[in-house]
């Protein structure tokens, strides 16, 4: 058995990511976000989707 050889890494840029562009729109669409925020919401906008309180939603 042979061994692969060892491949560069491949870097978010060279995978078509532009993490400032991605910072930019999150800050750009924060105060929007922020708009829609209830007394359920237990954080601010961050890399996570959403810290939602579920308890007495009935189920």
């Known amino acids: 058995m042979t061994a692969e050889p060892l491949r ?9 990511v532009d993490i400032s562009a991605a910072e930019e729109a999150l ?4 105060p929007a976000i922020r708009a829609t ?7 601010d906008v961050g890399s996570f989707g959403g810290l939602f309180r579920s308890d ?3 189920a």
Request: hydrophobic share 45%; charged share 30%; net charge positive.
């Open 8 to 16: 560069e890494a491949l870097s978010y840029r060279d995978a078509g």
């Open 27 to 30: 800050a750009r669409a924060k």
């Open 37 to 43: 925020f209830g007394d359920r919401v237990l954080a």
């Open 56 to 58: 007495g939603l009935g």
